[in-house]
């Protein structure tokens, strides 16, 4: 069946079109266009969404639950309930995160977590039910800073080593996409380089690194960082460390949790100024509690209390109940920058910084038919998987 999608305005994001036509035959885009410009085809159903916007799936590189499942414990047959969730939020694609667990526990989630990612490629149509799949896994851990660690337990903890790194790789059958990376711990350089050569996106994060670490981490295949300012040493004037690396080096993207809390808005700002349009990407960091009422949860091993969303374990902020439309709607709030800057941010800068732009966070003839429609504020009115869910 041919659909033809109508609407006010279109983000691809890198362009803004008024009066879009957007064909989806097959679930996939066939035809971009302004209804100025061109005939409204013919032979198609047109389905019109009014004043809205279209604007390519969220893609969420960071997040570790949402809708009462834990990514470390959930089984493949529960995924779709969180996929579901994600698509009410705007997120048609996403990164299951890991925290630092012994490394058996951590094994078998991420067979957990290829057989989901290998379901969800091999079964994209599901009569109609719309939900955000599963493109690779994000290892948070566990070649994390002591001194940086958040709440990753420091008993889970484990110098980096090629062998480790190898067997974490076996276990999740290739399925890495990212990997958070402490650069200063000792055999750090050498993970970074063999994770990037295998095609990984290599972040560093949860770091105490000083600034030339931080710069012999890019030179060894970093090209990303792990939730900015959070996790990090500080930022100082005279001493910039690894976060004056990560806002002044041009060639790593960088992702931020735009909630409010882990970062200050000013300070949000700063990093939206410093990365730009092209190179700042947002984050959730979401956990099982998102979606959900205050109370305690699990995050991975980690014991989780959510008040007034805000998620914390032992005084230390753990996660977020972020989502990625509101995490779109704050930028616009905390900056001056468009609506379009910020689903830039949500949805080509990350799929960039993964080395996934060819498949997503973009309309264009050709890219699965994976959309997002919001009110002119941000808020999603609908969400559209592989052309279904109207
Ligand atoms: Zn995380």
């Known amino acids: ?16 079109i008024l009066h879009p036509l957007l064909v989806v035959e097959d ?13 409204v085809a013919t ?24 809708a009462g499942l834990d990514l470390m414990r959930a089984s493949a047959a529960e995924l779709p309930r969180l996929g579901r969730f994600l698509a009410s939020h705007g997120v048609t694609g996403y990164f299951p995160t890991t925290v630092a667990a012994p490394l058996d526990e951590t094994y078998k989630a ?40 958040g709440v990753h337990p420091p008993e889970n903890l484990v110098e980096p080593t090629s062998k480790i790194f190898d067997s974490l790789w076996q276990a999740a059958r ?28 290599v972040s560093i994060g949860h770091s105490d690194a000083e600034l030339p670490i931080a710069r012999d981490a890019v030179a060894a295949g970093a090209r990303h960082a792990t939730h900015t300012f959070n996790a990090m040493r500080p930022l100082d004037h005279r001493d910039p460390g690894i976060i004056g690396e990560v806002l002044s080096d041009d060639r790593i993207t960088a992702d931020l949790i735009a909630d409010g ?17 092209d190179r700042a990407v947002l984050i959730t960091d979401a956990i099982s509690a998102t979606g959900m009422p205050d109370g305690r949860y699990h995050l991975g091993p980690i014991e989780v209390d959510v008040k007034d969303g805000k998620c914390t374990s032992n005084g230390s902020l753990a996660g977020s109940v972020l ?11 905390f900056s001056n920058w468009s609506l379009r800057d910020a689903v830039r941010a949500a949805t080509l800068n990350a799929a960039r910084a993964v080395g996934m732009s060819e498949q997503f ?3 264009a003839a050709g890219h699965a038919a994976n959309f997002t429609v919001l009110s002119p504020a941000g808020e999603v009115i609908k969400t559209i998987v592989a052309g279904e869910g109207f």
Do not use: Y
């Not at 069946?1 to 803004?16: D, G, Q, V």
């Not at 679930?27 to 061109?38: A, D, K, Q, V």
């Not at 039910?129 to 599963?134: G, I, K, L």
């Not at 809390?261 to 349009?277: E, R």
């Open 1 to 16: 069946m041919k659909i033809a999608f109508t609407a006010s305005r279109l983000f691809t994001p890198l362009e803004e």
């Open 361 to 363: 966070g973009m309309l």
């Open 110 to 149: 991420l067979g957990r977590l290829a057989d989901a990612i290998e379901q969800a490629a091999s079964d994209t149509r599901r009569n109609g039910e719309v939900q955000a799949h599963p493109l690779g896994i994000h290892l948070e851990g566990p070649f994390l800073s002591h001194k940086r660690r």
């Open 43 to 66: 032979n198609a159903r047109t389905v019109d969404f009014g004043d809205a916007i279209l604007a390519p799936g969220f893609f969420d590189i960071h997040m570790h639950g949402g």
């Open 261 to 277: 809390i882990h970062v200050a808005p000013p300070v949000v700002k700063v990093f939206l100024q410093a990365k730009g349009q």
């Open 323 to 333: 989502t990625m439309d509101r995490a779109v709607r704050n930028v616009t709030q």
């Open 27 to 39: 679930g996939r885009i066939t035809e971009l266009s302004s209804i100025t410009g061109n005939a």
């Open 174 to 201: 290739g399925h890495v996409r990212m990997l958070t990376i402490a650069p200063e711990l000792p055999g750090a350089m050498e993970v970074i380089s063999e994770a990037a050569q295998r095609g990984v996106c």
